[in-house]
């Protein structure tokens, strides 16, 4: 019984967690800048005072 893998085997591995981590790296920075926009609109309905404005 031989307990090694293919090398083809190997590299569909190495695919598809290179495939898996940029899919989770693409909806990790699209949920941080959603995050962010939503933080400068909720930003805009609080009126601050400027420096120098009266």
Known sequence: MTT???FETALRIIEN???VSAGLLLAGS?????AIEKMEK????FPT??????
């Not at 699209?30 to 959603?34: H, R, S, V």
């Not at 909720?42 to 309905?45: A, R």
């Open 4 to 6: 090694y893998i293919t």
């Open 17 to 19: 967690a290179y495939l």
């Open 30 to 34: 699209y949920i941080g800048l959603t």
């Open 42 to 45: 909720s930003d805009d309905n």
């Open 49 to 54: 005072r400027q420096f120098g404005s009266r």
